[in-house]
């Protein structure tokens, strides 16, 4: 990559993750290198596209009862800054923390979320990273994962405009009975600049290989009579945190699903990942187990804190630091054909 185009990358998250509240960051410009076309934020013919597993890395804070979500309220600041610089179009979170859950907390400390929670606007932190501009749906199990479409780039159907629809507007597999309340992965159809596409923000479980498999089967195969949240025959974009690493010898279940899916051939190939660099940079860990993969997009993608010279949204770079999130975010310049 150029130096100056990522040094000035550096410099305006930096900035975003140094904003106060009071000041949100200015629209940020990506490396010319990023974007599909070349064109500058605001004026393009590409669409911004990110996922992040927010997700804290502080275990010893964010353990129980914030389940390691995002619990710090600077990190959640930091995050929100970065990301109202980079104003995607299209955002998956994963890992939110559901702000209902507060009620049962006796929070003490001043720096985490629940901390006089009861005053807090916007209440909901999926709202609070994404802000006013947003069409979010979250869930139908523990709101941890959530979407969001900028009102300017479309629609989610069966969400107003600006909306935050929470378990609604969604489509998704029977949860599978092995699994517990909290893994999740759902779709959402939307119409991006006219365009129908079907997004998925996919969360699968990360200790249980059964109920990771048996999600995967939802999202590919289809589950319990239920057909797959994923349709070929459609305008398909998934992303998330599969929690899997699929480009290593190692193999189980989850994989073996993920693979006849995912890669060069198939239904559907890499936007990020082995597209991105060969071998991909890790998002987590030294694993690489976010990925984001399409039928119909091109592009590029970046993994920030991993591609020379990024920082992550949090601020920090590499692998799991304390102070931020545990997973490298990564951030797209796509484009939609016939847009």
């Known amino acids: ?41 605001g004026h393009k013919s590409t669409l911004t596209v ?48 559901d702000d209902d859950r507060c009620a049962n907390i006796k929070e003490k400390d001043k720096g985490k979320v629940c901390y006089g929670y009861e005053t807090r606007e916007p209440r909901h932190q999926a709202r609070r ?61 939307a119409e991006i600049r006219g365009l129908p596409v079907r997004i998925v923000n996919a969360h699968p479980s990360a200790s249980n290989r059964q109920c990771r498999t048996e999600q995967l089967q939802g999202l590919f195969q289809g589950y319990q009579g239920a057909p797959p949240v994923a349709d070929a025959k459609r305008n398909m ?50 694993r690489t187990i976010d990925h984001v993969i399409s039928n119909f997009a091109t592009g590029k993608c970046m993994t920030l804190g991993r591609a020379p010279e990024t920082p992550r949204f949090d601020g920090t770079h590499g692998d799991t630091d304390p102070a931020g999130t545990d997973h490298s975010p990564i951030v797209c310049e796509l484009r939609f054909p016939g847009k």
């Open 50 to 97: 990110v996922t992040a597993n927010v997700g804290n890395a502080d275990l010893f804070r964010c353990g129980n009862p914030y389940l390691y979500k995002l619990c710090v309220i600077s990190v959640e600041q930091r995050v929100a800054a970065a990301l109202a610089s980079v104003r995607p179009d299209i955002v998956a979170l994963q890992e939110v923390f």
């Open 237 to 286: 974009l998934i992303m998330g945190d599969l929690n899997l690493h699929p480009f290593s010898d190692f193999t189980d279940s989850s994989i073996e699903i993920w693979r006849a899916y995912a890669g060069e051939g198939k239904d559907y190939y890499y936007l990020s990942g082995p597209a991105e660099h060969d071998p991909p940079y890790p998002t987590n860990a030294g």
């Open 129 to 189: 990273l994404l802000g006013p501009d947003y069409t979010i749906v979250c869930d139908n199990r523990s709101h941890f994962e959530c979407l969001g479409v900028h009102k300017d780039a479309g629609v989610i159907l069966g969400c107003e405009p600006g909306g935050l629809c929470r378990g609604t507007a969604m489509i998704a597999a029977p949860a599978p009975a092995v699994c517990d309340e909290h893994p999740a992965i759902f779709a959402v159809d």
């Open 1 to 41: 990559m150029k130096t100056q185009p990522v040094l000035a990358l550096i410099l305006l998250l930096a900035a975003a993750c140094a904003a106060s509240a009071a000041e949100p960051p200015r629209p940020m410009d990506f490396p010319p290198e990023l974007y599909a076309g070349g064109e500058s934020a």
